[in-house]
């Protein structure tokens, strides 16, 4: 069964509004998870990394203030695209592993489009 | 640097024939974990396998299997016997135990791969 549910799974926003994206974990605790982001027909890159109970660490060229990552419980991870604009539209996609051992698990993924 | 190069942007097999998929990766770190995933056009990731620095044989999973060369640091994916709905974009990715980004994922541009009958 899954182990990281995802949603929503498609949004499509007005420019200027802000979009909530959310991350659980069903199979176990995870102190850590990571937020990607794919472009079409691009490949997957990393965002942040979320960190339960403290902030998110994130990569080089992505706005801490406009990608607001919450880590507030073990088996939660929320996203907000704060002030959309289309170029934002992408596919966001979480994942989270036990602690670097074996397979890295993803959720669905969420395909956001920005009007 | 690009830490996983993927030669090639599209790949044809033929149904039942098999199929080698490409993958470098670059990296100084000892402990590394090489993974193959496939995306249909839904988006989402589908884990076909993995592979650690330290195994000494290569990983298999059903059609799917890895032909790990640690000196080549080569970790192409061979999938026997296609089937239509092998169809999808293929990712490698690597992840590193010294990494800066902690367990992240570093991805490949993908291969996509049709199957035709």
């Known amino acids: 069964g899954a182990v990281v549910s995802q949603h929503p799974s498609r949004v499509i926003c007005k420019s200027g509004t802000s979009v909530k994206i959310e991350c659980r974990s069903l199979?176990?605790?995870?102190?850590?998870m990571f937020w990607y982001r794919q472009f079409p027909k691009q490949s997957l890159m990393l965002m942040a990394t979320?960190?339960?109970?403290?902030?998110?660490?994130?990569e080089q060229g992505v706005e801490k203030d406009k990608f607001l990552i919450n880590h507030a419980s073990l088996t939660l991870s929320t996203l907000t695209v704060t002030s959309a604009h289309p170029e934002d539209s992408s596919f966001y996609i979480c994942?989270?592993?036990?602690?670097?051992?074996?397979?890295?698990?993803f959720g669905q993924g969420t395909r956001l489009t920005v009007v | 640097a690009q830490k996983i190069t993927q030669t090639q942007p599209g790949m044809f097999v033929q149904e039942k024939e098999a199929v080698t998929l490409d993958c470098t990766y670059d990296?100084?770190?000892?402990?590394?974990?090489l993974f193959w995933y496939k995306q249909p056009s839904s988006g989402e990731m589908i884990f076909l396998i993995y592979?650690?620095?330290?195994?000494?044989q290569n990983a298999t999973e059903g059609r799917y299997s890895l032909n790990f060369q640690k000196a080549r640091k080569s970790a192409n994916l061979v999938i026997s016997a296609s089937q239509l709905g092998d169809s999808a974009m293929y990712f490698c990715a690597m992840r590193e135990a010294g990494s800066v980004s902690g367990y992240a994922l570093n991805f490949g541009k993908g291969t996509s791969l049709l199957v035709t009958p």
């Open positions: 990296t100084s770190d000892p402990s590394y974990g």
């Open positions: 994942s989270l592993d036990r602690n670097g051992q074996g397979e890295a698990f």
């Open positions: 592979q650690g620095s330290y195994d000494q």
């Open positions: 979320s960190n339960e109970g403290s902030k998110a660490t994130y």
């Open positions: 199979d176990f605790q995870a102190t850590t």
